[in-house]
Every structure is written in structure tokens, then in C-alpha cells.
């Protein structure tokens, strides 16, 4: 009768905390898609911005370098604009993907430590709750 008991205060033990394992499990999903975005929107930020920063940079120093006055005045505003632009586009880029990273791998590993489920074999059933440190 005791065994019976303590059975079904396990079941119930554990029946609660999957629920709260369920409520926990979707929130970090919900974060770990989020930051997955800020990670690839960051990516791409700096692969455009990169680039626009050293063509910037380039067309700079060849209207300063040019003996041709017309050339050398397009190249020189149009090459600050597009570094500005580079660099607005760089800064925020690592920014936002080195902090989507590493809030992706700290969620990824919150998800894999909380596991619960029912497991039924033929010869087997119970529940099993995890938590790894």
C-alpha cells in the first residue's frame, strides 16, 4: 500500500513538473528563435557593411589621389557616404551577432537540460524527469 502511495505521488511529482517543463520549454523556444533572427539579421548587416566600408574607403583614396578634378570630386563624396553607411552598418552587425550567438548557445542549453516525458515499452512504463547541471 505504501509502494502505491509513493507511486502516485511520483506520478503526480512529476505530471506538475512537465507542465512547468512545457511553459519553460516553449519560452526558451520563443528566445531561441529570437536570437537566432538577431544572430542572421547581424550576419548579414555585416556582410553588407563590410564590403561598403572598404569600396568607401577605396573610392575615397582614389579621388584624392586623381589629377583629374572632375573624377576626383565624385569619387570623394560618394565614397564618405558609402563608408558612413558601412559603418553604420558594421558596428551594429557584430553587435548584434556576437549577442545573438551567445544568447542562442546559453538558450540551446537551458533546452537541453530540461527534458521530461512518459516512455511505454512493452515490458516497461514510467516517467522520466531530467535536469542536467
Not at 557593411?49 to 573610392?59: D, K
Not at 550567438?101 to 512504463?125: A, C, M, V, W
Request: charged content about 15%; proline content about 3%; some cysteine.
Amino acid at each position: 500500500m505504501k509502494a502505491y502511495k509513493i507511486l502516485v505521488f511520483l506520478c503526480i511529482i512529476s505530471v506538475s513538473g512537465s507542465f512547468l517543463n512545457a511553459q519553460d520549454s516553449v519560452l526558451y523556444k520563443v528566445k531561441l528563435e529570437k536570437f537566432k533572427t538577431w544572430q542572421h539579421n547581424g550576419k548579414i548587416a555585416m556582410i553588407v557593411g563590410a564590403p561598403a566600408v572598404a569600396i568607401g574607403v577605396g573610392m575615397i583614396v582614389i579621388g584624392t589621389q586623381t589629377s583629374n578634378e572632375n573624377l576626383g570630386s565624385v569619387f570623394t563624396p560618394v565614397g564618405s557616404v558609402l563608408t558612413a553607411v558601412g559603418v553604420i552598418a558594421l558596428i551594429p552587425g557584430i553587435i548584434f551577432h556576437g549577442i545573438g550567438k551567445s544568447k542562442t548557445r546559453e538558450y540551446q542549453i537551458k533546452l537541453d537540460n530540461l527534458k521530461t516525458g512518459f516512455y511505454y515499452t512493452p515490458n516497461h512504463s514510467g516517467f522520466t524527469l531530467t535536469y542536467r547541471f
